[in-house]
């Protein structure tokens, strides 16, 4: 049982470059979420995907942008990547919102911008 | 703004103590609270989720309750073990904005 898949799990990049990162969920959830996790700052939230066909912004948005390709797949892309981007990204998926959101996170994506 | 809160930041104790860890929140109009362990350098396993109709949950060693009229959670770990030694976090889904916010974890560590 795969669950939340994510790729890649390391990845360096320059100031300026750009890149995806790809989730995939395999339980047929309807939601999906980005998280960044940072010393000191806790978990907090960058996009998230309510049902296939939406996306809203969370607490972070700035410098991302998200995309729901289907069902099973929510992406992150930072397009201009900064120093500040430096974190791991989680993404995690629940059945839905409101009272149905067990969370279930993947495994991480450990970016370093230099 | 959803604020959650987790005390101690930090804790050591000796293999089978029983052992509690706080969550607060300081808007209770939630629909529910999740409990998460987090091992180092790996992502979140959730433990248990308490919707905010119910007082408690069970999962084997675990037990974690809700109060959420004073925005109180507690996880009790019963005869704690080494191989519980890891982060765990609390997570309040609010009902403004849907969202999830997180504690800032626990860090614990059972010493044999």
């Known amino acids: 049982n795969a669950g939340v898949t994510q790729t890649p799990k390391f990845q360096v990049l320059k100031t300026g470059q750009s890149m995806t990162l790809q989730c995939a969920q395999d339980?047929?959830?309807?939601?999906m979420y980005w998280y960044r996790q940072d010393p000191g700052m806790g978990l907090r939230l960058i996009y998230y995907?309510?049902?296939?066909?939406?996306?809203d912004k969370g607490e972070v948005p700035n410098g991302y942008n998200v995309s729901r390709l289907n069902k099973r797949e929510f992406s992150l892309r930072l397009e201009s990547a900064a120093p500040s981007q430096t974190s791991v990204y989680f993404c995690?998926?629940?059945?839905?919102?409101?009272?149905?959101?067990?969370?279930?996170f993947g495994e991480g994506s450990r970016l370093t911008v230099l | 703004k959803q604020e959650v809160t987790q005390i101690p930041a930090a804790l050591s104790v000796p293999e089978g103590e029983n052992l509690v860890l706080n969550c607060s929140f300081t808007?209770?109009?939630?629909?529910?609270l999740q409990w998460f362990r987090q091992d180092p350098g790996k992502g979140l396993t959730s433990l248990l989720l308490?919707?905010?109709?119910?007082r408690e949950q069970t999962s084997g060693r675990l037990n974690a309750s809700l109060d959420k009229s004073s925005g109180r959670s507690t996880l009790y770990i019963a005869a704690s073990q080494p191989g519980d030694s890891a982060t765990y976090l609390c997570?309040?889904?609010?009902?403004?904005?849907?969202?999830?916010?997180f504690g800032g974890g626990t860090r614990l560590m059972v010493k044999p």
């Open positions: 997570a309040v889904r609010g009902r403004a904005g849907n969202m999830l916010t």
């Open positions: 995907s309510a049902s296939e066909g939406t996306t």
């Open positions: 808007d209770s109009a939630i629909y529910n």
């Open positions: 339980m047929n959830h309807n939601s």
């Open positions: 995690a998926s629940s059945t839905g919102t409101g009272n149905t959101g067990e969370l279930f």
């Open positions: 308490i919707q905010s109709s119910q």
